[in-house]
């Protein structure tokens, strides 16, 4: 069967609807970080740590709770579990907004966090798109994560002016609650709910991707990325506060986010079309170190501060681009939600480790301190990097087959595994799912095709 290379209305409505509850959810998160330095700093008992706290606290609950939620939506449905994570993040941002104390947002923080909603929703829109669109819907909902960071960083300052944090927090409330009638209202009830192998954790593979050194280097790489950004703003908005009154922070981050998501774009496509990724990721890295070793120097400077801060939001957009499509081309076919669901967690725990870290650093040494022990971190990350081996250019593909014996399977992978640019086949019987590894370069779509038809297998 030749392949619908479109999504069907209903595909698209689904995809976009999730996506859209995503990044209202991560926007809420994010708002906080360019002006919530500032605000505690009126807090009574409020330390640097505990600043630090209270913005990476989110981070430790939903690595804990990201994993459990995906699985328990396998049990009782992904509607009531998004519901009630969405409930909880409602729920954590109330407790913030209505605080007076440090410790009363911290609480509030980590209960945002305890929504974690990502793997649900993730395995929702995997039951909601059929198999030849999963990487298209994958790639819409990282898009709008990545665009709710940067929307977050223009707005947080523009409504602190207005509304001042506890605002942020009864708005970050409220973006849950659209969140929750998006999901009533537009996103459909799937026909089926079944596990995924390709976008949900598999705890028979824990193991297996543990043990994958290649991929625990993509692993420390994510945990250290999150947490030179969540150090980051720690410190940042108190220096850039010096310069620049707090309800103008926007005019140097709008321009600058602009500028390095422009400045980026070449390196992709570089990187992708002539397979030079890890040359290109390890000099992220490299710029990603030169920034923070720049800013420990430069940061009671505007000009040079916002210099270093283009390199460092470049470095961090290539490297956010970069990383999942690392994981993809290493993670074995059968394993890649696993693989990204260790990578997710290792994400939210670096943010909690860069929020603690950069307000212990800040408290008990200086503001320098914090950005030198991001560059002496991006430096190990650098030798691990640029020791990894070489990526193989290869994708995901998936075959839904229908179901089929074991002797029928076998003779399905010796076709599949004759098909040129096919580099991997794992037939799982029982999902009814042909999970691939091809190279899209050379990958023979008609012979594909005609191994499918052969075989009575969807393509």
């Not at 929504?115 to 993730?122: E, F, K, R």
């Not at 990578?343 to 670096?350: E, I, K, M, V, W």
């Not at 029982?430 to 190279?439: I, R, S, T």
Request: aromatic letters at 10%; charged letters at 10%.
């Amino acid at each position: 069967m030749i392949p619908n290379n479109n999504m069907t209305h209903g595909e698209r409505r689904a995809t976009m609807a999730l996506a859209s509850i995503m990044s209202i959810r991560m926007m809420g998160l994010f708002m906080i970080l360019p002006v919530f330095a500032i605000f505690a700093q009126d807090l009574p008992d409020t330390t640097p740590t505990l600043v630090g706290l209270a913005i990476g606290i989110y981070g430790l609950t939903q690595a804990i709770f990201q994993i459990p939620f995906g699985m328990l939506s396998d049990r009782f449905g992904r509607k009531p579990i998004i519901y009630i994570g969405l409930l909880l993040f409602a729920v954590g941002s109330v407790i913030a907004a209505l605080s007076t104390s440090i410790m009363g947002i911290i609480i509030g923080r980590a209960i945002q966090g305890c929504g974690a909603i990502a793997s649900a929703t993730l395995a929702m829109t995997a039951d909601l798109t059929r198999e030849e669109h999963r990487t298209k819907a994958m790639a819409i909902m990282g898009m709008s994560i990545g665009s709710s960071f940067i929307l977050a960083l223009a707005l947080g300052p523009l409504f602190y002016r207005w509304i001042s944090v506890p605002g942020l927090f009864w708005l970050t409330a409220m973006f849950a609650l659209i969140g929750i009638a998006i999901l009533y209202l537009i996103v459909p009830q799937p026909l089926s709910c079944r596990f995924h192998r390709d976008t949900e954790p598999a705890p028979t593979q824990f193991k297996r991707v543990l043990q994958d050194t290649q991929l625990l280097r993509l692993d420390f790489g994510i945990l250290s990325l999150h947490l030179l950004l969540t150090s980051l703003f720690v410190v940042l908005p108190i220096v850039l506060n010096t310069k620049v009154d707090a309800e103008h922070h926007w005019l140097v981050y709008v321009p600058v986010l602009i500028a390095s998501v422009i400045a980026m774009i070449p390196f992709i496509i570089f990187a992708e079309k002539y397979r030079h990724i890890k040359l290109v990721f390890v000099g992220a890295i490299a710029l990603l170190g030169f920034s923070q070793l720049g800013l420990s120097y430069l940061h009671d400077h505007l000009i040079g501060m916002i210099l270093m801060l283009f390199f460092f939001f470049t470095a961090i957009n290539l490297l956010e681009a970069s990383l999942p499509s690392l994981i993809s081309k290493i993670a074995p076919a059968e394993s890649k939600g696993t693989a990204m669901g260790v990578y997710s967690s290792a994400q939210f725990f670096g943010a909690f480790l860069g929020g603690v870290m950069g307000g212990w650093l800040h408290q008990h040494y200086s503001i320098s301190a914090v950005f030198a022990f991001c560059a002496t971190l991006t430096v190990i990350w650098f030798i691990l990097a640029a020791t990894m081996q070489k990526p193989h250019y290869l994708t995901s593909h998936l075959l839904n087959i229908g179901q089929l014996d074991k002797q029928k399977a076998n003779q399905l992978t010796h076709c599949l595994m004759q098909v040129p640019g096919v580099a991997e086949v794992v037939i799982i019987i029982e999902d009814e799912v042909a999970y691939l590894k091809v190279d899209s370069k050379i990958l023979d779509m008609a012979a594909l095709t005609e191994c499918a038809v052969l075989n009575e297998v969807r393509c």
